[in-house]
């Protein structure tokens, strides 16, 4: 791929071990202190990832998926109370002093989000924006940042990248714009990045460019991604491992084929069993009843309970567990292991 | 729809429809345009226009669903609300039963209105937050001159039938979830019985255990109320799901109609197939065996349309002929038309043909 020929101008080495996980996030919970109460955004979640690998993070919205990206970031507002821990490269981000992760932020660990066009500044072209990406963590001078913010553009496919690098955000479409974010969150070379719903705002022909480019840009710099999205169809495509989050909670983690064909949680079931297929077509949908819960006043035992059609009493009792099924393999299900996986939308 | 079925309609009904048959169509749309003008200067001088829709012609059948599919900025939303003329038309007609609705005066387009409804997109915009949900839905009602008792009992029944409960209607929008509002909203446009309603985007808003609520919702109206609707939306595969007849739409001209069978299995336009090959399905491991043609480049601005076809700027199979004579819509098989000076075979991939002619076009395999 020529891809990587123009990657060895961009990145320095990369060493890390492939067994070590990059990023071990170990009993997480978010709350937010508002006038109604607390609101826990996030509870005790766990997960790893591993150099190189893809884990996509489903959910719908309020489920606590972009929570817990913000949260490892340390990007969250003053009235947030994070807890856990989350190791990265042996130091726990939640405890390092502001400096500290400030040099994390941006070289080791990047973000993409999903509205370019706030997450870039209007009245600076994109490539000043890049060259100061790199230059508040690399000492180079102005004009080998901006060489190299060129090779960087031509590597996410931005046409003419010399001219269309003095431009300013507004002067780019909106696939043009997630590219030049996937440029400068790759600019310093991240061990992980973090993209958060990248292409929920663009069109499909685009979103199949931009995913495509983020797959081979992962592909040749060997980060990590963690890929936040509430399409079940983007996952399928592109994620190595999957965890489904339902009301603050991770309800089920896996490889992505144990999730789309043998799920043992009754929320993923579900989930996948509402989406129309497009190739395909059934008289009626299988819809979830009900509505997500309000995290203000969660359901008591198993937040999926009052909308679940295997639920039992003991689901309003407690919390279930995550019950483990060998591999990475776990659902947070009273009745995991009864689950019948050779039935399902997939199987 | 019999003469006799449109007997037992209420009495609300504004009497356009008596004596339309079932085979016949409820709409005609011909040769619709919208242009919307560019103004610049301290005079708002115009200098340009857009044209969002051009030359738009279809028919919608009795209890019918015709999807139309596109990317943002294809005229798709522009062109639902011309045909109920709350944006109006540029030129073309739009016929419902016997009467064109684009000629109808100001007075006579209010009783139009209570046969051709309308569903929004945006369930928190499209609800006014100062008024309780029962006026909401009782308004429309309220115009048409419905006795006050009478209005009462059916917002009750209304609520009900869209999955809410009566006493709801003493609360406010801000109060339901956004799956709720999009209810209320399919409520509202219930309330004068009308044969026709536009959905533009009813469930993109929505997550998706949702959004199947409430396809299933419209699902289950359509056959009670005797529907026609015309589906808007950008997710193919909710309108694969929804329509019986699909309109692909590109820079505000339709390049294929077909129904939903021969859409989705054999697209004949370059353009139809890309779209549908960008689609992720959720399923692994037909993602993974899938090869998928990745368009260059965007949509161009409609505000200077590229000579020729529009899609040739962005065609893998673009032949000199595309640049200089715009393709008309034309019958490749009973009820499926393309415009496309090369349209693709029953069975052909864009891929194989792309090959054919010696080229490369960008795939991605995932």
């Given amino acids: ?347 | 729809m019999s003469p006799d079925a449109a007997a037992d309609v209420t009495a609300y009904d504004s009497g356009a429809l008596d004596d339309i048959r079932a085979d016949e169509p409820l709409l005609k749309v011909r040769d619709l345009v919208k242009e919307f003008p560019i103004r610049a200067g301290v005079f708002r001088r115009q200098i340009g226009q857009v044209q969002a829709v051009t030359g738009v012609s279809f028919d919608l059948y009795p209890m019918e669903t015709l999807g139309i599919v596109g990317e943002s900025g294809c005229g798709k939303s522009t062109l639902g609300r011309s045909l109920l003329r709350l944006l109006e038309p540029t030129s073309g007609t739009v016929t419902f039963g016997t009467e064109d609705v684009t000629a109808a005066s100001k007075h006579r387009l209010r009783e139009l209105r209570s046969d051709l409804q309308m569903v929004f997109q945006d369930p928190y915009a499209s609800l006014n937050p100062r008024l309780p949900i029962r006026d909401i839905v009782g308004e429309p009602m309220q115009i048409h001159g419905v006795p006050k008792k009478e209005a009462r009992e059916r917002v009750g029944d209304l609520l009900q039938r869209v999955g809410l409960l009566p006493e709801h209607g003493n609360r406010y929008p801000h109060e339901f979830s956004g799956g709720q509002r999009q209810r209320i909203g399919i409520a509202r446009s219930l309330a004068l019985r009308p044969k026709v309603i536009v959905l533009d985007e009813p469930v993109s808003a929505l997550d998706v255990s949702i959004q199947a609520q409430v396809l299933n919702l419209l699902d289950e109206i359509q056959t009670e109320y005797e529907l026609s609707f015309i589906f808007i939306a950008h997710d193919l595969s909710v309108v694969r799901h929804t329509s019986d007849r699909v309109a692909v739409m590109y820079l505000g001209r339709i390049v294929e109609t077909a129904n939903r069978q021969d859409l989705y299995e054999s697209p004949a336009h370059p353009y139809s197939q890309s779209l549908l090959s960008s689609v992720p399905i959720a399923d692994p491991r037909r993602e993974r065996s899938r090869k998928r043609i990745l368009l260059q480049g965007d949509v161009p601005s409609p505000a200077n349309p590229p000579s020729g076809c529009r899609f040739h700027t962005r065609c893998p199979i673009v032949q000199e002929r595309c640049k200089q004579e715009q393709p008309k819509l034309q019958q490749i098989a009973v009820g499926h038309q393309v415009a496309c000076h090369f349209a693709l075979q029953p069975g052909e991939t864009l891929l194989e043909r792309t090959e054919q002619l010696g080229r490369g076009a960008q795939v991605a395999s995932s």
Wanted: aromatic residues 4%; contains cysteine.
């Fill in chain 1, 1 to 347: 791929m020529g891809y990587a020929t123009l990657l060895t101008l961009v990145r320095g080495m990369s060493g890390t071990e492939m067994s070590e996980p990059l990023l071990k996030v170990d009993d997480m919970s978010v709350s937010f202190k508002t006038d109604a109460g607390d609101v826990r955004a996030v509870s005790n979640v766990s997960f790893e990832i591993s150099p190189g690998e893809v884990l996509a993070v489903v959910g719908e919205s309020g489920s606590g998926k972009s929570v817990t990206a913000l949260a490892l970031m340390r990007l969250h507002p003053k009235n947030t109370e994070t807890t856990g821990q989350v190791m990265f490269d042996g130091m726990n981000l939640l405890d390092l002093p502001e400096p500290q992760i400030r040099s994390i932020r941006g070289r080791d660990i990047a973000m993409i989000f999903q509205d370019p066009m706030t997450a870039l500044n209007p009245v600076f072209s994109v490539g000043e924006q890049i060259v100061e990406a790199i230059r508040i963590h690399n000492d180079v001078s102005k004009a080998d940042a901006w060489a190299k913010v060129v090779d960087l553009l031509q590597l996410v496919g931005v046409p003419e990248p010399k001219q269309r690098a003095a431009q300013y955000p507004h002067e780019y479409s909106g696939g043009m714009r997630q590219r030049a974010m996937i440029a400068m969150a790759i600019c310093n070379d991240p061990k992980l990045l973090i993209a958060d719903e990248p292409t929920t705002a663009l069109d499909v022909t685009v979103q199949a460019q931009v995913m495509e480019v983020l797959h081979d840009v992962q592909e040749a710099t060997g980060s990590a991604m963690m890929l936040i999205t509430h399409d079940l169809g983007l996952v399928a495509g592109s994620a190595d491992r999957v965890q489904v989050m339902y009301a603050s909670r991770l309800m089920e983690r896996g490889s992505t084929d144990e999730i789309f064909y043998e799920s043992r949680n009754p929320y993923t079931r579900a989930l996948l069993a509402s989406i129309p297929d497009l190739e395909s077509v059934k008289d009626k949908l299988d819809s979830i009843p009900g509505n997500p819960p309000s995290l203000l006043n969660p359901p008591s035992g198993c937040a999926f309970r009052p909308r679940c059609s295997m639920s039992v009493p003991q689901c309003a009792e407690a919390v279930p567990e995550l019950v483990a099924f060998g591999g990475n393999h776990a659902s947070r299900c009273h009745l995991a292991t009864e689950i019948d996986i050779t039935t399902g939308v997939n199987a």
